[in-house]
Nanobody
């Protein structure tokens, strides 16, 4: 499977961005999808995840500002980021957990290449 993320960029404080991440390949079913971020000098942290049934989980720091959604037909996860703050500046990574048809009992995690989000003050 390959993950292709897009949508990062430079935005002013209070602005919005939408990230997307598409999983390509065959012979698998996606379990969970989500986004993590890593700021310079900090550990990678969870931003938001969404299950196959649509249940979402958010970091406290983004609740009320970010939404996560997925299009199961397109194997794509989206992150809508509103009211962006300078502290949201980071490289954002999509994460996908999936099961291959030939190994149904194991959930494998994959990471996208990362997309830079920079929020200027």
């Amino acid at each position: 499977v390959q993950l292709q993320a897009s949508g990062g960029g430079l935005v002013q404080t209070g602005g919005s961005l939408r990230l997307s991440c598409a999983a390509s390949g065959s012979g698998f079913s996606i379990n969970h999808m989500g986004w993590y971020r890593q700021a310079p000098g900090k550990q990678r942290e969870l931003v938001a995840t969404i299950t196959s049934g649509g249940s979402a989980n958010f970091a406290d720091s983004v609740k009320g500002r970010f939404t996560v959604s997925r299009d199961n037909a397109k194997n794509t996860v989206y992150l809508q980021m509103n009211s962006l703050k300078p502290e949201d500046t980071a490289v954002y990574y999509c994460n996908v957990g999936l099961r291959y048809d030939t190994d149904w009992y194991r959930v494998r995690n994959y990471w996208g290449q990362g997309t830079q989000v920079t929020v200027s003050s």
